[in-house]
């Protein structure tokens, strides 16, 4: 059984500036209290103005165990720059200020994000002794994540979500969940191979809907209309709609036990402390109940995140693939969602009833660098992705839903493919088969393969309106004598197989008209791009590439029912 491990990880401010009297130290004696009673393993992050203040450091010096983990959230704050020489541009009134060239790494030159760096690890030794293990924040950039590894030796590190705009910090197009090694360029990249990469695995935080999270603030009605500041639907207690519901914890948790994962399966639960207790109790409260009946019944594994990094370390030399799904829907809305990743590729499978599509997918490239590798970020936003193939989100508009759709096409027409249950299979421990019994007869199996996707049709039989046909010309001949019914049979066969010979299988782009996406150009057996200054391409082993009527569409097809994508450098 593939192991399914779960970070508790709560990360402690030392600030809350939009709200001065809030209690900042009640969660976090809460959260040891529960850790205590359900003997639970946790890891508490501090921000450096945290580390500053006696009430958080006397109590995790008291409460520290092989149990608790004490480690560090990296965000920048007025005491931490000033403490390295540098000027706080913060907001007045604003220690803490989340804005991206202020409150993040990317907001400051990579000789001086060195300095930040050594001030707290030196300081985070001399409060508890040793430097950290764990090292986590939203998001710390490639050249100071390579730093730490490489000066601190540090262990695991972690960073938020998949999410469009949210707080201002877009992180889209990256391994969705579980945990990778970063590309030393890019620290959004899993890296392909061990040179290339920091050897420091990155956990994905917050535990995504599977279904839901991905297009959520997508609207539907009158037409669709992307969001540029996504909601949230995660494990994170202070969320009615998802974390801070006992239905949808214990949906999450069916799921994230019970589908195949291939490599491992992670979330992380915890809230940071700035929330305030009241807001995350209940959720918080109920999520610690139920992890700990897993936990006891050997369903899954708490760890503290060194420990989990330590484990994949020790397990994996490169990123692993995973798989992350959802094959119920706890809006009982009969839809679904399959994720898969590997190092080289990212994929999204989308259920609405029989319907179903590819929603996403995006590389990795090895050469795909990051903005702020070695540039300052000058703005309250910042953005880390990788590079589209089908964005399902960011490419709707009006009355399209973008995705790449399975038809079968013939005689000149196209028609959706239509299977709504489908079979998941680990074929190993890299590889994920998707099937599905299609509603036009016959079976679509797709096949997730480190570098490589394979569709293929099986026994494209007739439809039932084609046997009923069939039946009463069978009817028909029966009145004739045998010679005459067994030529009239072999007329039969010899139309169906010309028919079906004729109908093949497509996979078709689809975008909105009035989104400017990256394709530029059609090969036969390639489909190239170019995204934010980068030129790149998927090819196909199998199957062509071909523009149709319309502006908004390119389809790939089939040879022999067949199509192989391609998404090695």
Not at 274 to 291: R, V
Not at 307 to 313: A, H, I, P, Q, T
């Amino acid at each position: 059984m593939n192991r399914k491990i779960v970070n508790i990880i709560n990360f402690i401010r030392g600030v809350e500036p939009r709200d001065p009297e809030l209690n900042l130290l009640e969660p976090v004696e809460h959260q040891i209290r529960l850790l205590k009673e359900y003997d639970l393993s946790g890891t508490f992050l501090l921000q450096y103005d945290a580390m500053q203040k006696e009430e958080f450091t006397n109590l995790l010096k008291k409460e520290r165990s092989p149990k608790l983990e004490i480690g560090a959230w990296f965000e920048i704050v007025q005491p931490l720059a000033e403490k390295a020489g540098l000027v706080w541009r913060g907001r007045e009134g604003y220690s803490w200020d989340w804005h991206g060239q202020v409150g993040f790494s990317v907001g400051y030159t990579p000789k001086e994000r060195e300095k930040l760096a050594d001030v707290f690890m030196e300081d985070f030794k001399t409060t508890f002794g040793e430097y950290p293990s764990s090292v986590g924040s939203w998001l710390i950039d490639a050249h100071t994540l390579s730093y730490l590894s490489d000066s601190y030796g540090i262990s695991a590190s972690c960073n938020c979500k998949d999410q469009w705009g949210t707080d201002g910090y877009t992180l889209w197009g990256g391994y969705y969940g579980q945990a990778y090694y970063p590309n030393r360029t890019n620290v959004f990249t899993p890296a392909h191979d061990v040179k290339s990469g920091i050897p420091v695995p990155v956990f994905r935080m917050l535990g995504s809907d599977p279904i839901y999270q991905y297009d959520a603030g997508l609207k539907k009605v009158d037409g669709f209309q992307t969001s540029q500041v996504q909601p949230v639907i995660t494990l994170e207690p202070v969320y009615p709609d998802g974390g801070g519901s006992p239905w949808w914890t214990r949906w999450y948790f069916h799921e994230f036990l019970n589908e195949p994962c291939l490599s491992f399966g992670y979330t992380q639960v915890g809230q940071e402390n700035s929330f305030g207790w009241q807001a995350m109790k209940d959720g918080l409260t109920y999520q610690f109940k139920h992890i700990a009946q897993k936990a006891d019944q050997g369903e899954l594994s708490v760890e503290t995140l060194s420990e989990s990094g330590k484990w994949f370390k020790a397990t994996y030399p490169v990123t692993p693939s995973s798989a992350m799904m959802a094959l119920s829907d706890w809006k009982n809305e009969n839809h679904k969602s399959i994720w898969y990743n590997s190092r080289y590729y990212r994929i999204n499978f989308y259920w609405e009833g029989e319907k179903f599509w590819i929603r996403d997918l995006y590389r990795f490239h090895g050469d795909y660098k990051e903005r702020y590798l070695t540039k300052v970020c000058q703005n309250d936003e910042f953005t880390y992705d990788n590079l589209p193939v089908v964005d399902g989100n960011q490419w709707s508009q009006g009355t399209v839903r973008a995705g790449l759709y399975p038809e079968m096409l013939g005689d000149g027409l196209s028609e959706d493919l239509l299977g709504g249950v489908p079979v998941v299979t680990e074929l190993d421990e890299e590889s994920l088969r998707i099937s599905l019994e299609l509603e036009q007869g016959g079976q679509l199996q797709i096949d997730c393969y480190p570098t490589k996707l394979v569709v293929l049709l099986i026994e494209n039989k007739v439809d039932k309106a084609d046997k009923a046909d069939k039946a009463e010309k069978v009817e028909k001949i029966e009145k004739v004598d045998e010679a005459e019914k067994i030529d009239e049979a072999e007329k039969i066969e010899k139309s169906e197989k010309a028919e079906r010979a004729d109908r093949r299988l497509a996979l078709k782009f689809l975008w909105s008209k009035v989104i400017e996406i990256p394709i530029k150009t059609v090969e036969k057996s390639k489909l190239n791009y170019q995204y934010n200054g980068f030129a790149y391409s998927i090819s196909t082993d199998e199957g062509t590439f071909e523009k149709t009527g319309e502006s908004n569409e390119v389809k790939v097809c089939a040879e022999q029912n067949k199509i192989i994508l391609n998404f090695n450098d």
